[in-house]
């Protein structure tokens, strides 16, 4: 480069820098600046927007594009000092646009990504159009495995013969629920309504028993510990086994069966289903169940609850971390855990804890933990701008004062999914609570929304893995005293969660 300038432009130099020492030091740190600067960029492109996983080429990406910017840096400067003011300016605002233009060109990429994943919607409103979006994104970022193949080649024939919006949507419904991940899901004013749990069954015992019935739905004799016998005909384990797949959609054995005899006494808004059923009585009966909307009458199940256990111990419910329904979950939660520090232990019961903000539920562990605690990382497919393009994401809970220092279990069950799960695997895999109940869900990992022409698909995109390695997605975690339900705590109204605690501890 110094061989392109003249003598006298050498010598003019020359003098410059004899003359001008802290001027020249200085311009010497700015050059030296813009290498980072081009560094930095260039490392950036590399390991960002082209996804390069090779450290090494990374890092040479970035000395390439600083050495660039350097050279360029140096040139201009130099064609100042020597007086050529005007090659010098036009140096400069070339450099300027070039920079700008370089950041525009990752800018229009990172866009281009976000709109390869599903950010923002297709410009043509048309079942094809929409399912191979759908489908093509899946493939890319899903978080678990699946059969793409088959899948496409069972469902393409049914979204190339359907309408759009109104026959797109249920069929996507039906689509996305063979992948067994309730945390998929279809989002759109063109779904029909939801279908309506009537009550709950669950298998106890190897039986089908009614756990719960809405209130006000007063079929004789449907009552807890009721036994389903049949339904439209077939017997129950008939009617399970001839659920599709989308109809049951779970990720690991229990939520399966949760889900599948959850069926029994579902329906669609405007269905009606026979049933026959045994009392507890032992008497037979045959009905014809329908929903109505009196039924769902007020929720009166606080999202908090606090129930003292003899002088030594505190029993918190918590219903959920979701803030949109728990707004002042976390003050409630403080002020009560503050009035009781004294007790030995503290008895969280999580059982239909769904999830929510992940946030919240950190800031409550983070009162049981007097040293951080790192409890697990999400893995994720395809290094993507929203995670600034990490691959993984570590997960920890930092302690909050005051720390209560008793012990603590929780009561768990298979409701238990998303981030509720996330907080009992920290609490069980750093010893810090005795967990007590059934397995939970194995439903967890972070969702991504991707936008169809009306409406969006929710998917699965992070993996999640508790310390030591374990997955919950299809396994869950496991208690450690397992709940055995029987048809009499039904019928009498017992919780064996309570007779279980009152084994553990000694209550006083």
Known sequence: MVDKFSEKEKKRFN?????????????????????????ILGWFLFFGPLEVDNTLVQFLGGILVGIINLSLTTRQKLLAIIGRKKEAARQAKNLRLGRRGVIGVLLAVIIVQLFMLG???????????????????????????????????????????????????????????????PGVGVFSDNLPPDDRWLGLVRKIGGEPLVVWVRPG??????????????????????????????AINAS??????????????????????DIVYETPEGEVLEKTIRWDDSYYGENQNAYFSVEELGQNAVFMEINTFFTQLAPDLLADFDNALNEYMDRDHVILDLRENRGGSLYLAELIAGRFFEEEWKYGEERYPSRLPHKAWRSTFYYEIQPREPIFKGEVILLVDTTNMGNSELFIAAFKDSERARIVGLPTAGSAGESLSMRLSDGQVNYSFGDFWRTGDKRVFGEGVIPHYEVEWRREHLVEGIDPYREIVEELIEIE
């Open 119 to 181: 950010i923002f919607p297709p410009v043509r409103q048309d079942s094809e159009v929409n399912f191979n979006r759908m489908l093509r994104i899946l493939r890319s970022h899903y978080a678990y495995e699946a059969d793409w193949d088959a899948l496409e080649e069972e469902y393409r024939p049914l979204f190339a013969e359907s309408s759009f919006p109104n026959e797109f949507y249920p069929l996507a419904e039906k689509f996305l629920g063979e992948l067994g991940d």
């Open 217 to 246: 739905a007063d079929y004789a004799g449907l009552e807890p510990g009721t036994r389903i016998l049949q339904r439209e005909g077939r017997d129950v384990e008939e009617f399970i086994e001839n659920l599709p797949a989308y």
């Open 15 to 39: 003098r410059w820098f004899a003359q001008n020492r802290k001027e020249a030091v200085k311009t010497g740190f700015v050059i030296g600046f813009h290498f980072f600067l081009g560094f």
């Open 252 to 273: 690991s054995p229990q939520l399966r069966e949760y889900n599948a005899y959850a069926r029994l006494l579902t329906l669609g808004p405007e269905e009606e289903v």
